[in-house]
């Protein structure tokens, strides 16, 4: 507690009421929240298992639990619920099964099965463009934005203006209905229906605001409709809770984040207390200004303004750049150029941009230069659609229980069977309550699906049952693992699913890396146990969580990421590519008028910096095969000057003064060395 300021500790010891911790950025907010929670079970003796904490990434909660837990003995803290919201719905659905439409053994389907399941019921209905990514993109993103606002099925429909969109109100209705016949939930569900079901149910209400003594909310600025529902609905009228939040560093709204929860918290909670972490632990105070400084051009319901005791700091530099060839080399050069003056390392330094395709002129000439470096956001190799296509035949496999596996390969490649075809055999499944594989061969099904489709299920049903039984304790099963994928016909299928021929054998090469690593599994274990296949799978799903885990840990590498992904990160010496308008801010937000998030993401991108931070732009950028010349962003000018080192601009100014002001300048300067002289 002695390492906290007087605004942390009052943060800190405040219980009595419902607390907003407006904490800007580099504020110290997750040494409050960690020592809010020590505070609440040793001073307030609320017992660990009555203290939930929830916030956005695992990564997060990991840091969250692993504070707490260094902050008391591990008894203490037994039984604490530190999670991600989705998480917590998960824990929620399992704990009160008997009030949801699911049964024990419900699947969770990932943004990947959605998509699927969507462009399969669009094909089922003809709508033209069905296999058009932008279309199932679109109505993924109407589906998420109507399940986070809480709107049902029915209620859809009522809130589109343009006839063209009714189209994804209907494809809404059918997608949770067979979403429901599969025994599943996707990712939305986890918090629209625990929020749901405590609306609708008081007894259950009253349970787990009894069962939750004190509710702690992080990054609360990202919550959206549903989130914001299911923390009042936790907590209740008594209003036994803290969130901490920082509205300028709300940048998601994109993915459905509502700032406004804010001013809606002042509303439902009339006796809400809010406390401002303004003292900034991370950066110098040029830094702090020049942010403080962008954000003040957007609205307020709570002003703030961060400061620092860590001394001035040297000015933002701004470099203007020929093109984005000259600026990505002008970058990496910069970067080895004063390490190598400075003897820092190379993790020290990150350069973040507002979209991907900023990087591949910056990676190409750091290898150049042999500059080592991390580009976040990357997508992991178990994330590939080829390899979740193969493990989710070994995982079916492994578990014939895994609904979700099935559901994946049952007509990858395509089988011929539809939408309805799945909703029924799901139907069944639940009737029977078995699993969806075990259906497949179940004496029942051929008196509810034609012969054809019965057909190719109990063919689906056998050939998965045989090569259990043939894999099972193999002594080589590799050989067998790849003549069970080729039978599928799936080798074929990415051949003729490829688009170019880059991308085909880009394809296959995943395939055959998957199969060497099962092979290297196999000739490493030193148990005959380890060498099964069920055994390798286990690792191989451990090695996603591996790999996944090893992606979020620091590496000694220059740090390449976009300025959403920089959110929640700090590094001494920060680059921020492409200051012009129609990047930064984006060209979508201009059109939508939407600048307020794209100066908050400005805004967060300053505060990733703690002593350096240099901005450059190009007065050319490559677009749609051509050079076409840029304009600098809005965001450069909302800058104060005086905290700038930015040559280009001074030769502008400088150039761009009234001749007769010059002369007039000249002339007093000519007369006072004149009049100096005689004196």
């Not at 800190?12 to 040494?31: N, Q």
């Not at 609320?46 to 260094?70: D, G, H, L, Q, Y």
């Not at 000439?365 to 956001?377: A, D, E, M």
């Not at 905290?643 to 001074?650: E, F, G, K, R, S």
């Amino acid at each position: 507690m002695s390492k906290l300021n007087p605004k942390q500790q009052e943060a800190m010891t405040y219980v009595s009421g419902p607390l907003l911790v407006l904490a800007g950025a580099g504020s110290g907010k997750t040494s409050v929240i960690t020592q809010k929670i020590a505070y609440l079970i040793e001073q307030c003796n609320i017992p660990a298992e009555r203290i939930t904490a929830v916030t956005f990434t695992n990564k997060a909660a990991r840091e969250m639990k692993a504070r707490v837990s260094s902050l008391m003995p591990k008894e203490k803290t037994r039984g604490l619920t530190v999670s991600t919201f989705h998480q917590f719905g998960l824990q929620f659905l399992r704990y009160e099964l008997l009030h949801t439409p699911l049964k024990g053994n419900f699947s969770i389907m990932d943004a990947d099965d959605s998509k699927r399941l969507l462009m399969e019921l669009m094909m089922r209905d003809n709508l033209s463009g069905a296999e058009s990514r932008e279309l199932v993109g679109k109505a993924i993103k109407f589906i998420s934005d109507w399940k986070n606002d809480l709107i049902e099925p029915d209620k859809a429909m009522e809130t589109l203006d343009d006839p063209e969109d009714m189209i994804f109100a209907n494809l809404y209705a059918l997608y949770e209905r067979n979403l429901r016949a599969y025994n599943a939930v996707d990712f939305d569900d986890l918090i629209v229906l625990p929020a749901k079901i405590l609306s609708e149910n008081q007894q259950l209400r009253d349970k787990w605001q009894n069962r939750i003594r004190y509710l702690l909310v992080d990054e609360y600025q990202d919550t959206n409709t549903a989130q914001y529902e299911l923390i009042k609905l936790i907590v209740g009228p008594t209003g036994k809770f803290t969130v901490v939040g920082d509205d300028d560093q709300s940048i998601y709204a994109w993915r459905g984040a509502r700032p406004e929860n804010m001013a809606l918290l002042k509303e439902d909670f009339p006796k809400l207390k809010v406390i401002k972490l303004e003292q900034n632990y991370r950066s110098t105070n040029r830094i702090l200004n020049a942010a403080n400084t962008v954000i003040m051009n957007n609205e307020h319901l709570f002003e703030k303004a961060l400061w620092s005791d860590k001394g001035q700091g040297e000015k933002i530099r701004i470099i203007n750049c020929r093109n984005d060839d000259d600026e990505a080399e002008r970058v990496a050069k910069e970067i080895v150029a004063h390490k190598l003056r400075n003897g820092n390392e190379w993790e020290q330094y990150a350069v973040l941009y507002r979209s991907n395709f900023q990087a591949r002129m910056l990676e190409a000439q750091l290898r150049q230069f042999q500059v080592p470096y991390k580009l976040s956001g990357g997508q992991s190799f178990f994330a590939r659609s080829e390899i979740k296509d193969v493990m989710g035949y070994l995982r079916l496999i492994l578990n014939p229980e895994d609904d979700s596996a099935f559901l994946r390969i049952v007509n990858t490649p395509k089988r011929g069977l539809g939408p309805a075809t799945l909703e029924k055999l799901g139907l069944f499944s639940q009737e029977h309550s078995i699993s969806l594989l075990a259906s497949c061969t179940h004496g029942g099904l051929p008196h509810v699906l034609p012969s054809k489709a019965y057909s190719t299920l109990k063919e689906f049903g056998d050939f998965i049952e045989h090569y259990t039984r043939e894999l099972d304790q193999h002594p080589d099963p590799v050989p067998l693992v790849r003549q069970m994928i080729d039978e599928t016909g799936y080798i074929d299928f990415v051949r003729s699913d490829s688009k170019t021929p880059q991308q085909e054998k880009g394809r296959l090469d995943n395939i055959e890396v998957l199969y060497t690593s099962i092979q290297a599994l196999i000739n490493r274990a030193e148990d005959d146990d380890d060498k099964t296949i069920d055994a390798v799978i286990r690792k191989l799903v451990l090695l996603d969580m591996l790999e996944q885990q090893q992606e979020e840990e620091n590496t000694n590498k220059v740090n390449l990421m976009t300025l959403h992904a920089a959110k929640g990160l700090e590094f001494d010496f920060v680059y921020i590519m492409g200051l012009e308008e129609e990047l930064l801010p984006h060209r979508n937000s201009i059109i939508a008028e939407t600048i307020e998030e794209e100066r908050r993401l400005m805004y967060v991108g300053i505060t990733r910096a703690r002593r350096e931070l240099t901005l450059t732009l190009a007065a050319q950028r490559r677009g749609g095969g051509q050079m076409r010349t840029t304009t600098q962003s809005r965001f450069l000018e909302e800058l104060p000057e005086e905290h700038l080192d930015w040559p280009a601009n001074a030769k502008k100014k400088k150039a761009e003064r009234d001749p007769t002001v010059v002369a007039n300048e000249y002339m007093s300067n000519i007369k006072a060395l004149l009049k100096k002289k005689n004196m």
